[in-house]
Nanobody, 125 residues
Framework: QVQLLESGGGSVQAGGSLRLSCTASGDTFTRYGMGWFRQAPGKEREFVSAISGSTRTTHSADSVRGRFTISRDNARNTVYLLMDSLKPEDTAVYYC??????????????????WGQGTQVTVSS
């Protein structure tokens, strides 16, 4: 069992930056692949970025590649999402998720076993 707690959301103008953090507790962090997803009002939850457990292989959605960077600090049981050059269309609730299969990077909602409560990101034009 893993508990996930996100932080770092907020409001920013277009072109600005935010860094989201997600701290895990309850199990060995390096076993888990970690992902970030987002959900805008009226839309389905969508994949943003993922990072594997020990090899730190990463993968990001086309819509954020080159602007968002996922990383993890296994000593702190924390995964980060650094978001640069934010756009109004990035506005959403951002969720951290943990995948018990930590070897790869996975992009589907149902691949993940545990979820945080979400943190709001609002980008104004």
């Amino acid at each position: 069992q893993v508990q996930l707690l996100e932080s770092g959301g907020g409001s920013v103008q277009a072109g600005g930056s935010l860094r989201l953090s997600c701290t895990a507790s309850g199990d060995t962090f390096t076993r888990y692949g970690m992902g970030w997803f987002r959900q805008a009002p009226g839309k389905e939850r969508e994949f943003v970025s993922a990072i594997s457990g020990s090899t730190r292989t990463t993968h990001s959605a086309d819509s954020v590649r080159g602007r968002f960077t996922i990383s993890r600090d296994n000593a702190r049981n924390t995964v980060y999402l650094l978001m640069d050059s934010l756009k109004p269309e990035d506005t959403a609730v951002y969720y951290c998720a943990a995948d018990r299969n930590g070897l790869g990077v996975r992009t589907r909602v149902h691949d993940y076993d545990y979820w945080g409560q979400g943190t709001q990101v609002t980008v104004s034009s």
